[in-house]
Structures are given as C-alpha cells and as structure tokens.
C-alpha cells in the first residue's frame, strides 16, 4: 500500500481538486484506493457526493484508540474509491495529537487498512500542525501544488525549511504548478523558466480550468464533467507522473 498526500501551507492552492481527481483516475485504474479528508472544512467530501460526518468526538476518539478507522470508511459512488469523510472534530486533531497522541500515530492509524487498499490519498489542511508533520512523515511521496507566484515561493521554501527541521526527506516533496493562467506574464514565465527552488518540479501542470470550479456545483471529479476537457487531461498526465513516482 502506498500513502501519498496533497500537501501545501497555503490554501487555496488546488490540494483539495487534485486529491480528488488523483484518487479517482487512481481508482478508475483498477487500484483499490482510500482518500482520506483531513481537512474539517470536508471539501474532498463535497465533491464527492458525501457529506461530512457531523456524530461524535472523532477525532478524540481516534487518538485514544476508541474509534478504529475502519470504521470512518465509506463507499462513494464510484467503483474501488472510498472515503474518510471530514469531520469537524479534525479541527481539533493537532490538539488532540499534542495531548494524547505520539509521533506515528497516523502511521499506526493507516497500517491495518494495508490489505485493502493500494492507495491512500491524504487530503490535508493548509497549515504546518503537528498533524502536518505526520503527514509529511507518512506519506511515501507528498505532492505540492503550488501557483505561479513570487509569494508561493515563499511557501514552497517554508515546507522545505519545515521538513529538514522534522528530519524529513525533501526529496519526497514534488512540487507542480496549479491554477495555471497563461494569460498572466508571471505564470507563463514560472512555466517556461521555473526559478531555481521549482527546478525538480513536476513536468505535469494544472491548468486554471472553469471545470475545475464547476466540481463544487457538480459534486463530481472533472473527467465526469468533460472527460476530454483540458483540465481533465491535465489530471490524467499529472497521475501518470505520479504512479510513475510512486511506483503504483
Ligand atoms: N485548476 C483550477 N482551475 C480553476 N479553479 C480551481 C482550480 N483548482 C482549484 N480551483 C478552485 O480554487 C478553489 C480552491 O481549490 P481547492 O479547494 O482544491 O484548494 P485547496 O488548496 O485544497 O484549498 P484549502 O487550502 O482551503 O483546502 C476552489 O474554489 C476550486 O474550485
Ligand atoms: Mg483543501
């Protein structure tokens, strides 16, 4: 089983869409895959059809062993995906691991679902958390969406800066450019001459897509909106990358 998370400080960056639609094409593939919504807002949810899951202290539960994750997982409507949906108490989860928790908690957490499942997405809030470094500490290969800007530089290198202080191996981390608007100077310059700190980028790209937006409306990955449209073959290229990096 591999992990691998969507993971940016900034928000707003494409993590959610890309977690979405990774999963999916994954799925569609044939690899039995879990996506994990680790962000209380349950975006990934949202445009999954499902709603959060609003009983319960869960994410207290979770950390004192109460509440086996098995038992947060739930089909979605497409064949070989399922879920963990958010739940509001997530937002309480870097709290929760501080208090009860232990370094490899979410390790732990995500060993027994190994017979199951090839894949497990992590959706993950925007934030550098205690919950943040066990992400990045688990997942075999944390994506990194980033928008061409100088201000998303800065990002970039505080996750790096983030990482080598947590021991963590940067060399996990694969940035790629999202929201891509060739009609701006700054993103076709990034695109075409990426600065020093994006020089390992990933060669795939998304492109600022109006499907993309259009998953919230329609609930649904972009390749059920247009399977042919730009955005959706944006996904395509950058999941071949990643099984590729992945080795899935
Ligand atoms: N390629 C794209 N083209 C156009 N709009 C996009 C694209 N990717 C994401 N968006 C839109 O940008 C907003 C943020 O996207 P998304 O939720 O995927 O980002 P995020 O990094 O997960 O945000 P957060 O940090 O809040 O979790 C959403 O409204 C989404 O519809
Ligand atoms: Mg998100």
Redesign the pocket.
């Known amino acids: 089983m591999r992990i691998i998370a969507?993971h940016?400080l900034?928000?707003?960056?494409?993590?959610?869409?890309?977690?979405?639609n990774i999963a999916y094409l994954a799925a569609g593939h044939g690899i039995p895959t879990l996506l994990w919504d680790l962000?209380a807002?349950g975006?990934?949810s949202w445009?999954l059809g499902e709603t959060p899951d609003l009983v319960g202290e869960k994410a207290a539960k979770l950390v004192k062993g109460k509440t086996p994750v098995g038992r947060m997982i739930r089909p979605t409507a497409y064949d070989k995906l399922d879920l963990i949906p958010a739940h509001p108490s997530f937002r309480n989860l870097d709290l929760r691991l501080e208090k009860d928790g232990n370094d490899h908690m979410l390790k732990d957490w995500l060993k027994p679902l190994s017979e199951d499942y090839g894949l497990v997405v992590l959706?993950?809030?925007?934030s550098l958390s205690k919950l943040a470094e066990q992400v990045l500490a688990t997942a075999d290969q944390v994506f990194v969406?980033i928008i061409p800007s100088w201000l998303s530089m800065n990002s970039w290198e505080q996750l790096l800066h983030f990482a080598r202080e947590k021991k963590i191996k940067t060399a996990k981390l694969h940035p790629f450019l999202?929201?891509?608007d060739r009609r701006k100077k700054v993103h076709l310059e990034m695109l075409n001459a990426p600065p020093q700190a994006l020089k390992n980028r990933m060669r795939s790209f998304?492109?600022?897509?109006?499907?993309?937006?259009?998953?919230?409306e329609n609930r649904c990955p972009v390749a059920r909106i247009r399977s042919r449209s730009p955005?959706a073959l944006?996904y395509e290229m950058l999941w071949k990358e990643i099984r590729k990096i992945s080795r899935l």
């Open positions: 969507f940016n900034k928000g707003g960056v494409g993590k959610t869409a890309a977690a979405v962000d807002q975006a990934a445009y959706d993950c809030p925007p969406p999202s929201l891509v998304i492109p600022y897509a109006s499907d993309v937006e259009k998953m919230g955005a944006a």
